[in-house]
């Protein structure tokens, strides 16, 4: 303990011995205006990210009180960069200030006594970030501005705002975007050329980046966790803009339904955080802010930190467009939309126009009035940080703990699931012997998550069901859509089986820090073939080597017997090569992939994959599904390229052995496509197809080309090739998440209601409308349903017989009677027992017997769309002819 107080002092001394200098260094820095030549929020006008990071170093080095820190690159590889903003004290003592924090997230073994000790000295961090959103730009501008007041303003205000927080500055959650969506900005200016960006901002998922803090796909998620997991915040700020009609600006609390792991301390948290904001604005004649309404607090995709002890803090500023002023199209000195007072909405805005300035100072103020909040109660955020963990650590409830057995279908998606509890920092204990848990027995080496642990919340809401509450519009009416999908539990999700256990139970475990992976002893090179059971995703990605290295792969097209143990149909059956044994040897110990060898030829019919199988993928301008894919696709090493309208121009069979069309591929995102007046000649690869276009990819399906369409694709589909298939569910109304879109929600049931209500003839229409007829009601939005699957057919194999599937909004399908050409069901809804597993699920007997189509981003289900993919070009072998053809 000596030693802390000594290194104090020490830190003390030296920050005196440096005030004479500093001040005359303060002098120095200057404002944004100076800096950028324009006043920040003029019309027009926007600073460049590049720039920024200059401007944020020049605040570096002209005062003391901010560290500038390139963290890491992005995936586009630009800089991702940590501002962090305190007073010179605190900055000089950072390591023990976070270890402050550490203490109190992790409170086993400390008093409340101790605890208490802890919060006073310790400082309240705050992470505040902006434009995660690329278009959303008006925040990561107002930054410069809440920067530079609090590195050089000397007020009683601000000292106390830098003597009590850390602030934890990430100027863009996505530099890339600010560099793609800027840059377009002034390169059409002045052009025929739309000036919003035409593509996903993010290379790869576009607006979907807010929805990775669950599974953390993406490099830009894992540099913000691990920003969260290094500092440890007591409080998390997102700065958003969503759409421009009604409120200015929303903030907490959030609208129902919160998911009931999230502690009440952090639900009070919200709403005492947004109410300071809410006040300031107020204060400042700033009208229009509007809370609990529109934004929900179910889905972990959007809201680590609310797992791990902080408030979510989510502010959504109006739009304008881009940098560009609106004027209310309804006309000049009409209001945006509905500005009438309400509880939840203390003062309307009454001006007609609004503007990026106009973003800037909400941004500047809400800012400001939270940060400043948490500086007069430090202590009492500090001690609630300690208290969520404690109450977590000291968890007594149901259930007690999950179980991931040992023996796993996919021991790859196994460790897949692992390692997201590891990021997401659960704590993961392996048991040493076999132990009985909740009357079921497991073998040694099985996994147990206890919830009783600092992260107990994240490690409970991932794992467990989810079971959404039904809330509705009005008692008897239609559901009341959640802002976002509402199942997530990832064992179903990844195809891993987990356990709830209820009770305590004895087990002798030991607490691991990283994933060992079973089934990995590789057997010596075989004298017929290497056999891979076709249960693992893992198999996909050994294949996707094989082929790259000219490796000759088949799958057995039924089931067989190997050295006694059955095989499920399409294993994987490769000659064996000294490539073929480096290339599977590496797959298994890097995934876990079970390898088997055989000396004798089975007696199976085969299929021989097409050597290379070229996969082109319809990525689409700004579809998000798309861009997903190529992520995908590249993660597992399939050779595939994006198709280019151009592509269309000659003979596609000499491309393509495959096409995939994702979620959001329309016949006209097809055949019109990117309009050539609006977006200049770099993006002719999304330009339309034209009908002759259209025509030709029809003939070459029908020339043997295998087309994998996803979701709302099948109707682009049907369409394309008059599939012998109809859908069942009424039409419902498609995720509000319009691809690049800011977070309006067109679809926001408020919203709807209060038109409904606006006129009774408005009302009579809306009840006319079949899907808010509760009676013909088909509703699902995001959730896990139990699907039955063909194992035996090409397209079903490696799948269990039962397991749940990812839907959301989708359509299902039944064969339409009496058609002569072959179709084959490859997954169906059961006949009978619950077909919801996790979420929300309105209509399900509509679902009965009936077919799914392929969704992708759910692991689980992978196997369906790489499975069609491959076994499209693929050739029939019979088993005289395999036994021959492998071996060497
Ligand atoms: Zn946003």
């Known amino acids: 303990m000596r030693g802390h107080v000594v290194a104090i002092i020490a830190v003390v001394v030296a920050a005196t011995a440096t005030r004479e200098p500093t001040l005359a260094r303060q002098a120095q820095a200057q404002s944004p205006q100076q800096y950028f030549g324009f006043r920040i929020g003029t019309d027009g006008e926007l600073a460049r990210y590049p720039k920024i990071l200059e401007y944020l170093q020049h605040l570096s080095k002209t005062t003391n009180r901010l560290q500038y820190k390139e963290v890491g690159k992005t995936t586009m590889g630009n800089p991702y960069v940590l501002a962090t903003i305190s007073a010179p004290e605190n900055l000089a003592r950072i390591d023990r200030l976070v270890e402050i924090n550490r203490r109190l997230a992790d409170p086993r073994g400390l008093t409340v006594d101790e605890a208490r000790k802890l919060a006073e000295e310790g400082r309240a961090f705050v992470f505040l970030y902006a434009t995660i959103h690329s278009t959303e730009v008006g925040n990561t501008q107002a930054l410069t501005e809440i920067a530079h007041r609090l590195v050089t303003e000397n007020s009683p205000y601000i000292k106390q705002i830098l003597d009590n927080v850390v602030l934890l500055v990430v100027p863009s959650q996505n530099p890339d975007g600010q560099y793609l969506v800027v840059d377009h900005w002034y390169k ?20 979907d980046d807010n929805r990775d803090w669950f599974m953390f796909t993406q490099i830009e998620t894992r540099l913000a966790i691990g920003i969260q997991n290094q500092y440890k915040p007591i409080i998390t700020h997102d700065m958003h803009q969503m759409g421009s009609g009604g409120a200015r600006i929303f903030v907490p609390p959030f609208d129902d339904p919160y998911d009931p792991n999230i502690h009440p301390i952090l639900a009070q948290g919200q709403a005492s955080y947004g109410m300071a904001v809410a006040s300031a604005l107020v204060a400042e004649g700033k009208g229009g802010v509007e809370w609990g309404n529109r934004y929900d607090l179910w889905t972990p995709a959007r809201q680590y930190m609310v797992y791990h002890g902080q408030p979510r803090i989510l502010t959504e500023i109006a739009s304008v467009n881009l940098a560009d002023p609106i004027v209310n199209p309804a006309g000049k000195n009409v209001p945006f939309g509905a500005q009438e007072p309400r509880a939840n909405f203390p003062l309307p805005y009454t001006r007609s126009d609004w503007r990026l300035r106009d973003i800037v100072d909400y941004g500047v103020t809400a800012a400001f009035a939270g940060i400043s909040h948490v500086a007069r109660h430090r202590t009492l955020w500090l001690e609630n940080f300690y208290k969520v963990h404690a109450d977590w650590v000291n968890w007594k409830g149901k259930p007690y703990a999950f179980v991931i057995p040992a023996e796993q279908r996919d021991p790859f998606e196994t460790s897949e699931l692992l390692d997201i509890l590891r990021i997401g920092e659960v704590e993961i204990h ?4 076999p132990f009985t848990a909740g009357g079921k027995q497991y073998a040694a080496a099985s996994w147990v998550i206890k919830v009783a642990q600092p992260y107990g919340a994240f490690a409970k ?3 467990e069901r989810q079971r959404y509450p039904d809330l509705r519009l009005f008692p008897g009416g239609p559901p009341k859509p959640p802002y976002d999908v509402t199942a997530h539990t990832l064992g179903m999700l990844m195809g891993v089986q987990v356990d709830e256990i209820a009770e305590p139970f004895d087990a002798s475990l030991v607490n691991v820090t990283k994933a060992e992976l079973h089934g990995t002893v590789f057997p010596p090179a075989p004298k017929w073939a290497y056999v891979i059971p076709p249960e693992s995703n893992a198999g996909f990605i050994a294949v996707a080597k094989l082929q790259a290295a000219r490796v000759p792969v088949f799958r057995g097209a039924a089931a067989f017997d190997l050295a006694g143990k059955a095989v499920a149909p399409g294993a994987w ?14 797959a298994a110990r890097a995934t876990g992939l079970p390898v088997a060898a055989a000396d004798q030829p089975v007696k199976v019919d085969a299929y021989r994959l097409k050597p290379e199988t070229r996969i082109g993928l319809w990525r689409g301008a700004n579809n998000m599904p798309g861009g997903w894919m190529k992520w995908l696709f590249e993660q597992y090493g399939f050779n595939h390229r994006v198709i280019s309208s151009a592509d269309l121009s000659g003979e596609l069979a000499s491309l393509y052995d495959t096409i995939v069309l994702p979620e959001g591929t329309s016949r006209d995102t097809i055949v019109r496509g990117l309009d050539p007046a609006r977006n200049d000649k770099e993006w002719s690869w999304a330009y339309g197809v034209g009908d002759a276009g259209w025509k030709k990819l029809a003939d070459w399906v029908r020339n043997g080309g295998t087309l994998v369409a996803i979701g709302s694709s099948v109707e682009t589909a049907r369409a394309l090739l008059d599939l012998p298939i109809e859908p069942i569910l009424p039409a419902s109304s498609r995720s509000a998440r319009a691809a690049g879109a800011s977070d309006a929600s067109p679809s926001d049931p408020n919203q709807v209601l209060r038109d409904a209500f606006s006129s009774p003839a408005r009302l009579d229409a809306v009840l006319r409308d079949r899907v808010i007829d ?3 009601l088909f509703y699902c939005p995001g959730s896990l349903l139990q699907n039955e699957f063909n194992t035996a057919h090409p397209v079903g194999f490696g799948m269990p017989a039962q397991w749940p599937v990812f839907f959301e909004s989708d359509q299902a399908y039944r064969l339409k009677p009496g058609f002569a050409i072959q179709s084959e069901v490859v997954a169906r809804y059961p006949s009978r027992g619950p077909i919801l597993q996790s979420g929300w699920l ?4 509509l679902l009965r017997d009936s077919q799914v189509d392929y969704r992708t981003q759910p692991r689980a289900t992978f196997k369906l769309l790489f499975n069609a993919m491959f076994h499209g070009p693929s050739t029939h072998v019979p088993a005289s002819e395999l036994a021959r053809l492998t071996g060497s």
């Open 188 to 207: 059409t200016k002045g052009t025929p050329f739309a000036r919003v960006y035409p593509d996903l901002y993010h290379k790869y998922v576009g607006h």
């Open 573 to 586: 059956i490769i000659p064996p090569s000294s490539e073929a044994t480096r290339i599977l040897s590496e």
């Open 774 to 776: 509760p009676t013909t």
């Open 430 to 433: 392996q048991a040493k012997a």
């Open 842 to 845: 309105l209509g399900e007997d």
């Open 461 to 463: 809401t991932m794992l």
